[in-house]
């Protein structure tokens, strides 16, 4: 486990153990959901909380990339907060690119109980979707299964991309 993993630093590094609690959680989870991610599991990768993408034993629902299926591919790069607008989900979304970087604020330079409160509206909205999504799906097991299925193949594209293999 990495505490250098990130590009940028604020006062103090992510410890590792702090890193480690993450290891263990994701270890102890039944499913992953995230919005983007694949970003998210370059991220566990970089840290070193996951060695490789294939030892991933559980399953993931990205919901981005399940709103890019539902809305007929319509959405090519939906946003988390117009997704959750699109699902009549509310919820405290901190806009820290038009606060912050908009207006030629780096990301270290953004107050770091700021980026922590982004954090966690984005974890509570990202469920609140993930739910929505689901009761939507649940009278299509095929658009669902289609969805589960193309969420398995992030951990190959992820794989692909980490490794260096051109995919168009």
């Known amino acids: 486990i990495k505490s250098d993993c990130f590009p ?76 959750c607008e699109a699902w009549g989900i509310s919820g405290k979304f901190i806009d820290i690119e038009k606060e912050y970087w908009d207006k030629g604020i780096d990301t270290p330079a953004i107050p770091w109980d700021v980026v ?22 649940s009278d299509k097991p095929k658009l669902h299964q289609l969805i589960k299925l193309a969420c398995q193949d992030l951990v190959v594209l992820a794989e692909m991309e980490w490794n260096g293999l051109l995919f168009d």
Request: with cysteine.
């Open 8 to 83: 940028w630093e604020y006062s103090e590094p992510v410890s590792a153990d702090y890193l480690r609690v993450a290891q263990s959680l994701l270890a102890d989870s039944e499913l992953l959901i995230g919005f983007n991610l694949k970003y998210d599991l370059h991220w566990l990768r970089r840290c070193g909380i996951i060695g490789s993408y294939t030892e991933l034993n559980i399953p993931l629902w990205d919901c981005q990339l399940a709103e890019f299926i539902i809305r007929n591919q319509q959405l090519v790069f939906p946003s988390l907060e117009k997704s």
């Open 116 to 137: 922590a409160e982004r954090g966690r509206s984005d974890v509570v909205i990202t469920y609140k979707l993930y739910e929505a999504q689901l009761a939507y799906l």
